[in-house]
């Protein structure tokens, strides 16, 4: 049987809210913005097997580990650590890794807060008719406008701040699961519109042939990056996720549920490759790579074709809304855990987490303008230094936090969940929280968790690590 406890936070009202919620933190920039211009820069086909194999040997499993711990534990990911290693007879300490990853998801949360502002200011850009027959050098122009505006992004951070933390301060079911349920409909409805309408421009077979070309020679190129890219478009090594599994009712079945949330991300990702390459070569663009494509190219596509006002300005509503279930995941986890820790209100402690994580992402903002010659990380000719101004090496604010996030705090926190779920809990704790009927499947999930899905992480990890 599995375990009786409850959450205090509240819990969804079915399985089906769960691949709701776990599927909208899963979906978001990563799919809409990152995923097509990877596939295209790492070789199409190829990239797009590499990102399969590590979603299923490596991501799922990390998913399966986080959601089973969750809801065997029932609390915020820190107690829940911690309450369950001393269950088992092993350290307290393991709770550490709940906590670092508490700390990445805010940290993420803070500069993802500031690229999803963007879609904001497009969404009005586009809906008043400003990328009507632009070319590229205007668009551009008008991206490094925005950029260069601390004023602007500032306003547009503030208020997707304020969204994440509206539907956070209301609970996990009147704020969550209602949000959820309107805004998870309204996003398949728009990119399913959107694909539909890319399919009328005439250059769909390009954009597919672009996507899926396959070239064998490429395969391993592309490896690390999707594996990197596999951590993050499911969410996982933060515990978001395992809060959510927090939340979920007790006789669900964990591992076809987390199958069903791995699918659907990647199909929204495959889709949403699909609907915008036909769009970028219809605006006679080149799906050039990089954070362009979403600002600078799809803007000048969608301003040089039929109806393109309508669909692009419906297009940047798809990014904030995607951007928006994926914000709150990532709040979630640190509110639950001083809820439980303080026994103050959700409102309040929302508010001082959102507050300090806008702060935090403010540094994101200067680093596109006045702030962009703070430099982190320096390995200049005298040695490495944390910080320096001017530096000709390092990474601006913004590129630290998304390197130590991405690159260090992800991988390690996803090892740690693996490690505790095939390790820390006793094997029948797993076997009753999966409740498999077939002891082989069984088997082979397990050794995936405890083996396989840890040694690939470390070896991505060393490996990227040493570049
Ligand atoms: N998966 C989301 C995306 O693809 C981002 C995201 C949400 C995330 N929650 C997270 C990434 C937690 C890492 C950790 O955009």
């Not at 009507?132 to 122009?141: F, H, I, M, N």
């Not at 001083?338 to 507050?355: H, K, M, P, Q, Y």
């Not at 797993?430 to 040694?455: D, H, I, Q, T």
């Amino acid at each position: 049987m599995a375990s009786d406890k409850i959450s205090i936070h509240g819990a969804w009202a079915s399985r089906w809210v769960f691949i709701l919620a776990a599927t909208g933190s899963a979906v978001g920039l990563g799919n809409i913005w990152k995923f097509p211009y990877m596939t295209g820069m790492y070789g199409g086909g190829a990239f797009v097997m590499m990102y399969l194999v590590c979603i299923f040997l490596v991501g799922l499993p990390i998913m399966l580990a986080e959601t089973l711990i969750g809801r065997r534990g029932r609390q915020s990911p820190v107690n829940t650590l911690k309450t369950l290693a001393i269950e088992s007879g092993a350290s307290a300490k393991w709770s550490w890794a709940a906590m670092m990853g508490m700390v990445a998801a805010l940290l993420i949360l803070s500069f993802y807060s500031v690229v999803a502002g963007w879609s904001l200011d497009y969404i009005i850009g586009m809906g008043r008719g400003q990328f009507e027959g632009v070319t590229a050098q205007e668009a551009g122009g008008a991206f490094g406008a925005l950029t260069a505006d601390p004023w602007r992004l500032t306003l547009w951070h503030t208020l997707f701040m304020v969204l994440t933390g509206f539907v956070i301060a209301r609970g996990v079911v009147a704020g969550l699961e209602r949000g959820l349920r309107i805004m998870m409909p309204m996003l398949f409805v728009l990119l399913l519109v959107l694909l539909g309408y890319s399919m009328t421009t005439g250059h769909f077979m390009q954009g597919f042939h672009f996507l899926f070309n396959f070239q064998p020679d490429r395969l391993l190129h592309g490896l690390l990056a999707a594996m990197g890219h596999a951590f993050f478009t499911l969410s996982v090594g933060v515990g978001s996720i395992m809060v959510y599994g927090a939340y979920m009712p007790k006789h669900a079945s964990i591992g076809s549920t987390v199958l069903a949330v791995g699918i659907l991300d990647t199909l929204v990702a495959l889709v949403a490759g699909l609907a915008l390459f036909p769009i970028v070569f219809a605006g006679g663009m080149e799906p050039g790579a990089g954070p362009g494509l979403m600002f600078v190219t799809l803007p000048v596509a969608f301003g040089n074709i039929a109806f393109g006002q309508i669909m692009g300005t419906l297009f940047f509503v798809l990014v904030l809304v995607a951007a928006w279930t994926s914000s709150i995941s990532m709040l979630e986890p640190a509110v639950a855990y001083l809820v439980e820790r303080t026994g103050r209100s959700r409102v309040l402690v929302t508010s001082v987490l959102a507050l300090l994580c806008w702060l935090v992402g403010m540094g994101t903002v200067l680093s596109f303008n006045i702030g962009a010659e703070a430099k982190f990380f320096v390995f200049g000719e005298d040695g490495f230094r944390l910080f320096q101004w001017g530096a000709a090496g390092g990474m601006n604010f913004f590129d630290s936090i998304d390197y130590l996030t991405s690159r260090i705090l992800l991988p390690l926190g996803g090892l740690a969940f693996l490690l505790f779920a095939g390790w820390v809990l006793k094997r029948d704790t797993v076997r009753e929280e999966l409740a498999m009927k077939n002891p082989l499947l069984f088997s082979l999930v397990y050794w995936l968790v405890r083996l396989v899905a840890p040694l690939g992480v470390l070896i991505v990890f060393v490996t990227e690590l040493m570049k």
